[in-house]
């Protein structure tokens, strides 16, 4: 399971106008999770406004112009890899991705990640210490924005790297025109923190207790076994109802070559 459909979990009980759905089927003891993309879902991205596609080019701009392909011990004074940042193309097919276990009350999870940088040469023991999230986000000049931010966007900044074992969250403040104005560092574990006793705000807790109970559900409903039987798991904005249904007759998303070798 990718980390976003983990993130979608976390943050449900403060996103209820947000509907979600995911297949899953089980092999043995393992249920493998995916991401269930609807029509609906491919044309609002296709279909996104040029406004919001100006967003998502600044969070990927801002991502070029802070990371470098050398680790800093490397670095020479003047070095071309620094002075050439800001001619560097933009390259949204470029990702690393990480993959991790983590325990959340009696579920144990292998998933998935894109990992934005690391502060140092990759150790070879423990790298996500050293992991990076790199975010942006329009400059908070008013009580509102800063609600929203704190609200939301902190919400998603914090489950985020919080599933992955991020320590840090740097986000880049940027101007109605899209221009860098500031940059602040955030400690992930000290997110909730931050938040907490406000009006409006969310807690770490709640996230964590209903992705544990949503979890455990989905382990006792998830019960066949078989490669052409899956189960949807949605939530519905509407209803705000979760419900877990057996899908007959349905492809596998697990290739034959892998359902073969992990099902002996």
């Known amino acids: 399971m990718y980390r976003g459909m983990l993130t979608r979990m976390f943050t449900t009980p403060y996103s209820l106008r947000d509907s979600w759905s995911m297949n899953a089927m089980r092999v043995g003891k393992t249920i493998y999770i995916e991401d269930n993309v609807t029509d609906d879902m491919i044309a609002q991205r296709d279909g996104s406004s040029a406004w919001h596609q100006k967003l998502m080019y600044s969070g990927y701009r801002f991502e ?18 620094l002075e050439q940042r800001a001619n560097r193309i933009v390259d949204t097919h470029e990702e690393y991705c990480s ?8 579920n144990s999870i292998i998933s998935g990640a894109e990992v934005d940088c690391i502060d140092r040469e990759k150790p070879a023991e423990f790298p996500n210490r050293y992991y990076r999230e790199l975010k942006t986000s329009g400059l908070l000049d ?19 790297s919080f599933i992955a074992g991020i320590p840090t969250v740097t986000v880049g403040f940027r101007g109605d025109d899209g221009v860098l104005q500031s940059v602040q ?23 964590m207790n209903f992705a544990d ?5 989905i382990k006792q409903n998830v019960v ?8 949807r798991i949605a939530y519905d904005s509407n209803s705000q109802e979760i419900s877990i ?17 992990i099902s002996q």
């Open 64 to 81: 070029t112009l802070s990371t470098i392909d050398k680790p800093p011990s490397q670095l020479l004074p003047k070095d071309p890899a």
């Open 99 to 106: 993959v991790f276990k983590i325990t959340l009350g009696n």
């Open 142 to 160: 008013s009580p509102r924005k800063i609600e929203t931010f704190e609200r939301f966007k902190l919400l998603k900044f914090w489950a985020q």
């Open 185 to 207: 560092d955030f400690k992930t574990l000290d997110i909730p923190r931050l938040v907490r006793n406000k009006k409006r705000m969310w807690e770490a807790s709640v996230c």
């Open 213 to 217: 109970r949503l979890l455990s559900s």
């Open 224 to 231: 066949k076994d078989g490669p052409e039987t899956q189960y």
């Open 245 to 261: 249904t057996r899908m007959e007759n349905m492809p596998s998303f697990l290739t034959a070559e892998y359902y073969s070798k």
